[in-house]
């Protein structure tokens, strides 16, 4: 079946700009986990959905950060006003539900260049 | 909180040679999985095994072992045989069982198998 996907792969913006990262997770999976990866380091959390509600958004760095899930499928991450040190790989997971967490499904990343 | 610590940046070994990867993690949970992942420069994040920590035997999956040492909070990968095409940063993970938090990464590991 079809994995995780998010598009699009590669986006550049101009400090400043509005940008919107569209993660779609595997199809009947619950849980889904946005996590931003800067270079050559791990991958950190950002937020936590489960259906359409967004249970945790710890990791969100500030709030021009907003993420969401309106119809418990898709989920689109935003940042408004970019600055340069949003620079980074976005990676969207999903699981089949809150207990299997365990079992995250990754997609390829989109790579956000702020210039 | 938890922490996973990748203390190897940058390894490298010959192919069909065998090479071990190193991971500490710190926490006060008793149940908890631990990972290892690959992500090669297609940036797809890959698992490539996982140890539930309530489990004493070590994790196997072919040619990838893992040495858990749950005392001492280590948990290595070992990789026998190696091929070209595992060549990728290698990430350490960890999440804690029965929840829906997030998973926790290393600074990762970049490995170059050499022919």
């Known amino acids: 079946g079809a994995g995780v996907s998010q598009s699009p792969r590669y986006k550049v913006a101009k400090r400043g700009q509005d940008v919107a990262l569209r993660c779609d997770p595997i199809s009947g999976h619950v849980s889904l986990f946005w996590y931003q990866q800067a270079l050559g380091q791990g991958p950190e959390f950002l937020t936590y959905f489960q259906n359409e509600a967004q249970l945790d958004k710890s990791g969100l760095p500030s709030d021009r950060f907003f993420a969401e899930r309106p119809e418990g499928s898709v989920s689109t991450l935003k940042i408004q006003r970019t600055q340069q040190e949003d620079s980074a790989v976005y990676l969207c997971a999903s699981s089949f539900s809150r207990r299997t967490a365990y079992e995250q499904y990754f997609g390829p990343g989109t790579r956000l260049t702020v210039t | ?115």
């Open chain 2, 1 to 115: 909180a938890q922490t996973v610590t990748q203390s190897q940046p940058e390894m490298s070994v010959q192919e069909a040679e065998t090479v071990t990867l190193s991971c500490t993690y710190d926490t006060s949970e008793s149940n908890y999985y631990l990972f290892w992942y690959k992500q090669p420069p297609s940036r797809q994040m890959i698992l490539v095994i996982r140890q539930e920590a309530y489990k004493q035997q070590n994790a196997t999956e072919n040619r990838f072992s893992v040495n858990f040492q749950k005392a001492a909070k280590s948990f290595s990968l070992k990789i026998s045989d190696s091929q070209l095409g595992d060549t990728a940063m290698y990430f350490c993970a960890f999440i804690i069982s029965g929840s829906a938090r997030q998973l926790t990464f290393g600074s990762g590991t970049q490995l170059t198998v050499l022919p």
